[in-house]
Nanobody, 130 residues
Protein backbone atom coordinates (compact mmCIF):
# COMPACT_ATOMS: atom_id res chain seq x y z
CA UNK A 1 0.00 0.00 0.00
CA UNK A 2 1.26 3.45 -0.90
CA UNK A 3 0.20 6.86 0.38
CA UNK A 4 1.92 9.77 -1.33
CA UNK A 5 1.24 13.47 -0.96
CA UNK A 6 2.03 16.25 -3.39
CA UNK A 7 1.08 19.84 -4.06
CA UNK A 8 2.83 21.65 -1.26
CA UNK A 9 4.91 24.73 -1.81
CA UNK A 10 5.12 28.44 -1.15
CA UNK A 11 1.95 30.53 -1.25
CA UNK A 12 1.28 34.15 -0.43
CA UNK A 13 -1.33 35.01 2.19
CA UNK A 14 -4.79 34.93 0.69
CA UNK A 15 -3.81 32.55 -2.09
CA UNK A 16 -4.74 28.91 -2.61
CA UNK A 17 -3.07 25.52 -2.89
CA UNK A 18 -4.43 22.09 -3.58
CA UNK A 19 -2.82 19.08 -1.98
CA UNK A 20 -3.19 15.61 -3.44
CA UNK A 21 -2.85 12.20 -1.83
CA UNK A 22 -2.59 9.22 -4.13
CA UNK A 23 -3.47 5.96 -2.40
CA UNK A 24 -2.40 2.80 -4.17
CA UNK A 25 -3.46 -0.81 -3.64
CA UNK A 26 -6.25 0.10 -1.27
CA UNK A 27 -10.00 0.37 -1.71
CA UNK A 28 -10.97 3.78 -0.37
CA UNK A 29 -14.60 2.71 -0.29
CA UNK A 30 -13.77 1.10 3.05
CA UNK A 31 -11.11 3.50 4.31
CA UNK A 32 -11.73 6.95 5.67
CA UNK A 33 -9.06 9.47 4.77
CA UNK A 34 -7.77 12.64 6.27
CA UNK A 35 -5.13 15.31 6.48
CA UNK A 36 -3.00 16.08 9.50
CA UNK A 37 -0.53 18.92 9.81
CA UNK A 38 2.38 19.77 12.04
CA UNK A 39 3.77 23.27 12.32
CA UNK A 40 7.27 23.92 13.67
CA UNK A 41 7.31 23.53 17.43
CA UNK A 42 3.69 22.47 17.61
CA UNK A 43 1.77 19.24 18.04
CA UNK A 44 0.37 17.43 15.03
CA UNK A 45 -3.33 18.15 14.49
CA UNK A 46 -6.12 16.86 12.31
CA UNK A 47 -7.11 19.35 9.65
CA UNK A 48 -9.87 17.50 7.83
CA UNK A 49 -11.25 14.02 7.29
CA UNK A 50 -13.61 12.30 4.89
CA UNK A 51 -15.76 9.35 5.91
CA UNK A 52 -15.77 6.28 3.69
CA UNK A 53 -19.32 5.25 4.56
CA UNK A 54 -21.50 8.32 4.16
CA UNK A 55 -19.02 10.78 2.66
CA UNK A 56 -19.35 13.17 5.58
CA UNK A 57 -16.52 15.57 6.25
CA UNK A 58 -15.13 17.15 9.39
CA UNK A 59 -12.80 20.11 9.75
CA UNK A 60 -10.57 21.80 12.27
CA UNK A 61 -12.39 24.95 13.40
CA UNK A 62 -9.67 27.26 12.12
CA UNK A 63 -9.93 25.93 8.55
CA UNK A 64 -13.71 25.52 8.37
CA UNK A 65 -14.98 27.41 5.34
CA UNK A 66 -11.52 27.77 3.82
CA UNK A 67 -10.43 24.15 3.27
CA UNK A 68 -12.30 21.40 1.47
CA UNK A 69 -11.47 17.71 1.48
CA UNK A 70 -12.80 15.60 -1.36
CA UNK A 71 -12.07 12.42 -3.22
CA UNK A 72 -11.47 11.60 -6.87
CA UNK A 73 -12.91 8.10 -7.02
CA UNK A 74 -11.50 7.29 -10.45
CA UNK A 75 -7.94 8.12 -9.42
CA UNK A 76 -8.16 6.88 -5.81
CA UNK A 77 -6.90 10.26 -4.76
CA UNK A 78 -7.88 12.50 -1.87
CA UNK A 79 -7.48 16.24 -2.27
CA UNK A 80 -7.32 19.11 0.17
CA UNK A 81 -8.27 22.41 -1.43
CA UNK A 82 -6.90 25.21 0.71
CA UNK A 83 -8.16 28.74 0.10
CA UNK A 84 -7.50 32.04 1.84
CA UNK A 85 -4.26 30.74 3.23
CA UNK A 86 -2.63 32.57 6.11
CA UNK A 87 0.79 32.21 7.75
CA UNK A 88 -0.71 30.09 10.55
CA UNK A 89 -1.39 27.40 7.93
CA UNK A 90 2.35 26.89 7.45
CA UNK A 91 3.10 23.27 8.29
CA UNK A 92 3.97 19.88 6.93
CA UNK A 93 0.74 18.28 5.77
CA UNK A 94 0.30 14.54 6.01
CA UNK A 95 -2.27 12.25 4.47
CA UNK A 96 -3.53 9.19 6.34
CA UNK A 97 -6.14 6.48 5.89
CA UNK A 98 -7.95 4.26 8.38
CA UNK A 99 -10.19 1.23 7.85
CA UNK A 100 -13.53 2.69 8.89
CA UNK A 101 -16.30 1.49 6.58
CA UNK A 102 -19.25 2.49 8.76
CA UNK A 103 -18.41 5.06 11.39
CA UNK A 104 -17.86 8.75 10.70
CA UNK A 105 -14.21 9.68 10.28
CA UNK A 106 -14.08 11.95 13.33
CA UNK A 107 -14.42 8.80 15.45
CA UNK A 108 -10.80 7.90 14.71
CA UNK A 109 -9.27 10.96 13.07
CA UNK A 110 -8.20 12.76 16.20
CA UNK A 111 -5.05 14.78 16.67
CA UNK A 112 -3.68 12.33 19.24
CA UNK A 113 -4.41 9.29 17.05
CA UNK A 114 -1.78 9.75 14.34
CA UNK A 115 -0.24 6.37 15.12
CA UNK A 116 -3.67 4.79 15.04
CA UNK A 117 -3.91 5.37 11.29
CA UNK A 118 -3.49 2.28 9.14
CA UNK A 119 -1.34 4.00 6.52
CA UNK A 120 0.40 7.37 6.56
CA UNK A 121 2.26 9.47 4.02
CA UNK A 122 5.59 11.22 4.49
CA UNK A 123 4.18 14.71 4.18
CA UNK A 124 4.38 17.76 1.97
CA UNK A 125 5.50 21.18 3.15
CA UNK A 126 3.20 24.19 2.86
CA UNK A 127 4.69 27.61 3.53
CA UNK A 128 2.50 30.69 3.58
CA UNK A 129 4.52 33.86 3.49
CA UNK A 130 4.72 37.16 1.69
Amino acid sequence: VGVEESGGGLAQPGNSLRLSCVVSDLNLNYYSSGWFRQAPGKEREVVACLSAGDGSTHYLDSVQGRFTIYRDHAKNTVHLQMNSLNPEDTAVYYCAVRFLPSLVCSTEFKSQNWYGMDYRGKGTLVTVSS
